[in-house]
Protein backbone atom coordinates (compact mmCIF):
# COMPACT_ATOMS: atom_id res chain seq x y z
CA UNK A 1 0.00 0.00 0.00
CA UNK A 2 2.81 2.46 0.51
CA UNK A 3 4.17 2.26 -3.03
CA UNK A 4 0.65 1.97 -4.43
CA UNK A 5 -0.17 5.39 -2.36
CA UNK A 6 3.09 6.80 -4.06
CA UNK A 7 1.97 5.40 -7.69
CA UNK A 8 -1.67 7.29 -7.39
CA UNK A 9 0.37 10.44 -6.27
CA UNK A 10 2.18 10.17 -9.58
CA UNK A 11 -1.66 9.36 -11.46
CA UNK A 12 -3.12 12.57 -9.75
CA UNK A 13 0.22 14.72 -11.19
CA UNK A 14 -0.23 13.23 -14.52
CA UNK A 15 2.77 11.40 -14.68
CA UNK A 16 1.50 8.06 -15.02
CA UNK A 17 -2.44 7.07 -16.22
CA UNK A 18 -3.96 4.20 -14.94
CA UNK A 19 -5.20 2.87 -18.18
CA UNK A 20 -1.98 3.43 -19.86
CA UNK A 21 0.81 0.81 -21.15
CA UNK A 22 3.77 0.69 -18.89
CA UNK A 23 5.87 0.27 -21.80
CA UNK A 24 6.73 3.49 -21.93
CA UNK A 25 8.78 3.06 -18.48
CA UNK A 26 9.35 -0.66 -18.58
CA UNK A 27 9.90 -1.11 -22.09
CA UNK A 28 11.09 -4.91 -21.21
CA UNK A 29 7.68 -5.66 -20.42
CA UNK A 30 6.53 -4.54 -24.24
CA UNK A 31 4.95 -7.23 -26.57
CA UNK A 32 4.99 -9.92 -23.73
CA UNK A 33 3.79 -13.46 -24.65
CA UNK A 34 1.53 -16.05 -22.59
CA UNK A 35 1.79 -19.41 -21.74
CA UNK A 36 -1.12 -20.88 -23.88
CA UNK A 37 -1.54 -22.94 -20.15
CA UNK A 38 -0.35 -21.80 -17.22
CA UNK A 39 0.74 -25.26 -15.52
CA UNK A 40 1.85 -27.12 -18.57
CA UNK A 41 4.57 -24.90 -20.28
CA UNK A 42 4.79 -27.59 -22.62
CA UNK A 43 2.25 -26.47 -24.67
CA UNK A 44 3.93 -23.13 -26.01
CA UNK A 45 2.75 -19.40 -26.02
CA UNK A 46 0.28 -17.01 -27.43
CA UNK A 47 0.84 -13.50 -28.11
CA UNK A 48 -0.66 -11.50 -25.22
CA UNK A 49 -3.72 -9.95 -26.50
CA UNK A 50 -2.83 -6.43 -25.22
CA UNK A 51 -0.12 -4.08 -23.20
CA UNK A 52 0.53 -4.81 -19.47
CA UNK A 53 -1.17 -0.94 -17.72
CA UNK A 54 -0.58 0.60 -14.68
CA UNK A 55 -3.78 -0.48 -13.67
CA UNK A 56 -3.15 -3.74 -14.01
CA UNK A 57 0.45 -3.54 -12.12
CA UNK A 58 -1.44 -1.86 -9.10
CA UNK A 59 -3.76 -5.14 -9.10
CA UNK A 60 -1.52 -7.27 -9.68
CA UNK A 61 -3.09 -8.57 -12.77
CA UNK A 62 -0.30 -8.37 -15.04
CA UNK A 63 -0.04 -12.16 -15.57
CA UNK A 64 2.60 -13.03 -13.11
CA UNK A 65 3.45 -13.61 -9.97
CA UNK A 66 2.26 -16.75 -7.24
CA UNK A 67 -0.54 -19.09 -8.51
CA UNK A 68 -1.78 -21.20 -5.63
CA UNK A 69 -4.29 -22.50 -7.93
CA UNK A 70 -1.80 -24.83 -9.66
CA UNK A 71 0.87 -27.29 -8.45
CA UNK A 72 3.68 -25.91 -6.71
CA UNK A 73 6.05 -24.51 -8.25
CA UNK A 74 3.63 -23.29 -11.02
CA UNK A 75 5.88 -23.30 -14.54
CA UNK A 76 6.45 -19.58 -14.28
CA UNK A 77 7.94 -19.17 -10.53
CA UNK A 78 10.12 -22.50 -11.64
CA UNK A 79 11.22 -20.05 -14.77
CA UNK A 80 12.28 -16.93 -12.55
CA UNK A 81 13.93 -19.06 -9.65
CA UNK A 82 16.22 -20.52 -13.26
CA UNK A 83 16.36 -16.89 -14.40
CA UNK A 84 17.74 -16.36 -10.80
CA UNK A 85 14.63 -14.83 -9.08
CA UNK A 86 13.78 -17.31 -6.48
CA UNK A 87 10.61 -16.15 -4.47
CA UNK A 88 11.34 -15.02 -1.18
CA UNK A 89 13.57 -16.61 0.99
CA UNK A 90 16.53 -17.59 1.44
CA UNK A 91 17.88 -14.72 0.73
CA UNK A 92 15.62 -11.99 -0.83
CA UNK A 93 17.39 -9.16 -0.17
CA UNK A 94 19.87 -10.60 -2.30
CA UNK A 95 18.34 -9.84 -5.63
CA UNK A 96 19.96 -7.89 -8.33
CA UNK A 97 19.73 -4.38 -8.85
CA UNK A 98 16.03 -3.07 -10.72
CA UNK A 99 17.32 -2.78 -14.16
CA UNK A 100 18.66 -6.59 -13.98
CA UNK A 101 16.42 -8.23 -12.15
CA UNK A 102 13.82 -6.55 -14.97
CA UNK A 103 15.23 -7.76 -17.52
CA UNK A 104 15.17 -11.25 -15.86
CA UNK A 105 11.78 -11.11 -15.21
CA UNK A 106 11.08 -10.03 -19.12
CA UNK A 107 12.50 -13.45 -20.64
CA UNK A 108 9.38 -15.60 -18.40
CA UNK A 109 6.23 -16.29 -20.57
CA UNK A 110 3.45 -14.56 -18.53
CA UNK A 111 1.12 -16.96 -17.04
CA UNK A 112 -1.92 -15.37 -17.74
CA UNK A 113 -3.19 -12.59 -20.33
CA UNK A 114 -2.60 -8.89 -18.69
CA UNK A 115 -5.85 -8.12 -16.77
CA UNK A 116 -7.14 -11.57 -16.67
CA UNK A 117 -6.41 -12.91 -12.95
CA UNK A 118 -4.93 -11.57 -9.38
CA UNK A 119 -1.84 -13.12 -8.69
CA UNK A 120 0.21 -12.58 -5.59
CA UNK A 121 3.11 -11.34 -5.12
CA UNK A 122 5.42 -10.08 -8.14
CA UNK A 123 3.36 -7.07 -8.71
CA UNK A 124 4.64 -5.39 -5.75
CA UNK A 125 8.18 -5.54 -6.93
CA UNK A 126 6.96 -4.42 -10.48
CA UNK A 127 4.94 -1.69 -9.73
CA UNK A 128 8.67 -0.76 -7.73
CA UNK A 129 10.07 -0.38 -10.52
CA UNK A 130 7.58 1.67 -12.00
CA UNK A 131 7.54 4.40 -9.68
CA UNK A 132 10.70 5.14 -9.20
CA UNK A 133 11.13 5.00 -12.84
CA UNK A 134 8.32 7.30 -13.88
CA UNK A 135 9.87 9.46 -10.58
CA UNK A 136 13.16 9.69 -12.16
CA UNK A 137 14.39 8.81 -8.28
CA UNK A 138 15.27 5.96 -6.44
CA UNK A 139 12.19 4.22 -4.79
CA UNK A 140 13.34 4.78 -1.05
CA UNK A 141 13.67 8.63 -1.62
CA UNK A 142 10.27 8.80 -3.72
CA UNK A 143 8.27 7.31 -0.80
CA UNK A 144 10.06 9.17 2.35
CA UNK A 145 9.22 12.83 -0.33
CA UNK A 146 5.81 11.67 -1.81
CA UNK A 147 4.17 9.23 1.20
CA UNK A 148 6.23 8.91 4.85
CA UNK A 149 7.58 12.49 5.52
CA UNK A 150 3.92 13.75 4.31
CA UNK A 151 2.33 11.55 6.74
CA UNK A 152 4.88 12.18 10.08
CA UNK A 153 5.97 7.91 9.37
CA UNK A 154 9.27 8.25 10.92
CA UNK A 155 9.52 5.30 11.92
CA UNK A 156 8.88 3.48 8.74
CA UNK A 157 11.22 3.32 5.73
CA UNK A 158 12.48 1.59 2.63
CA UNK A 159 15.05 -0.38 5.01
CA UNK A 160 16.03 -0.88 8.75
CA UNK A 161 18.81 1.97 9.01
CA UNK A 162 21.78 1.07 10.28
CA UNK A 163 21.97 1.87 13.97
CA UNK A 164 23.71 0.81 17.21
CA UNK A 165 22.44 -2.47 18.83
CA UNK A 166 20.35 -2.16 22.16
CA UNK A 167 18.99 -4.82 23.69
CA UNK A 168 17.54 -6.24 20.47
CA UNK A 169 16.94 -9.88 19.71
CA UNK A 170 16.04 -11.50 16.38
CA UNK A 171 13.04 -10.18 15.95
CA UNK A 172 12.41 -7.40 18.11
CA UNK A 173 13.97 -5.31 21.77
CA UNK A 174 14.34 -7.65 24.25
CA UNK A 175 12.63 -6.67 27.37
CA UNK A 176 14.75 -5.81 30.47
CA UNK A 177 13.76 -6.12 34.66
CA UNK A 178 13.78 -3.39 36.72
CA UNK A 179 14.19 -3.80 40.30
CA UNK A 180 11.10 -4.02 40.94
CA UNK A 181 10.62 -6.65 38.48
CA UNK A 182 8.82 -4.78 35.95
CA UNK A 183 9.49 -5.80 32.09
CA UNK A 184 10.09 -2.83 30.09
CA UNK A 185 11.41 -2.24 26.54
CA UNK A 186 15.12 -0.86 26.03
CA UNK A 187 14.85 2.98 24.24
CA UNK A 188 17.09 5.66 23.50
CA UNK A 189 17.18 9.11 25.00
CA UNK A 190 14.98 10.46 23.19
CA UNK A 191 12.29 7.95 24.05
CA UNK A 192 12.42 5.86 20.54
CA UNK A 193 12.91 1.78 20.39
CA UNK A 194 16.72 1.37 19.43
CA UNK A 195 16.88 0.20 15.43
CA UNK A 196 19.10 -3.63 15.52
CA UNK A 197 22.70 -3.64 13.41
CA UNK A 198 23.11 -6.21 11.01
CA UNK A 199 25.23 -8.97 13.01
CA UNK A 200 25.97 -12.57 12.42
CA UNK A 201 24.26 -13.45 16.50
CA UNK A 202 20.64 -11.87 15.61
CA UNK A 203 21.26 -13.31 11.84
CA UNK A 204 19.16 -10.10 10.30
CA UNK A 205 21.06 -8.35 7.20
CA UNK A 206 18.92 -5.11 5.44
CA UNK A 207 17.68 -5.24 1.76
CA UNK A 208 19.82 -4.17 -0.08
CA UNK A 209 18.84 0.05 -1.71
CA UNK A 210 20.10 -1.39 -4.63
CA UNK A 211 17.41 -4.45 -5.00
CA UNK A 212 13.46 -4.66 -5.83
CA UNK A 213 11.41 -4.49 -2.54
CA UNK A 214 10.39 -7.98 -1.86
CA UNK A 215 6.96 -9.16 -3.31
CA UNK A 216 6.42 -11.17 -0.41
CA UNK A 217 4.99 -7.88 1.75
CA UNK A 218 2.37 -5.85 2.08
CA UNK A 219 4.20 -2.57 1.57
CA UNK A 220 6.52 -1.74 -0.40
CA UNK A 221 6.20 -1.63 1.19
CA UNK A 222 7.33 -4.59 -3.20
CA UNK A 223 10.15 -3.21 -4.04
CA UNK A 224 14.03 -1.62 -5.37
CA UNK A 225 15.52 1.79 -5.26
CA UNK A 226 14.03 1.29 -9.03
CA UNK A 227 11.41 -1.04 -7.37
CA UNK A 228 11.60 -7.51 -3.65
CA UNK A 229 13.11 -8.28 1.52
CA UNK A 230 9.66 -5.79 2.34
CA UNK A 231 9.60 -3.11 0.37
CA UNK A 232 8.81 -0.71 3.33
CA UNK A 233 9.98 -1.65 6.80
CA UNK A 234 8.63 -0.15 9.99
Known amino acids: PVVAAAALSLVDEGTLALDEPVDAHLPE ?53 DA ?52 GRPLPEVLTERVLDPLGMRDTGFGVPEAPATGWG ?3 PRPTRTAAGMSTTPRTASGRVPRPSPTAATGWSPPSTTSPPSPGCSAPAAAPPGSTGCSARR
Open 29 to 81: LAGRVVLADPADPSAGTVPARRAITVRDVLTFRLGLGLDFTVPWPSPTVAALG
Open 84 to 135: GLPAGPPAPQAAPAPDEWLRRLATVPLAYQPGERWLYHTGASVLGVLVARAA
Open 170 to 172: RTG
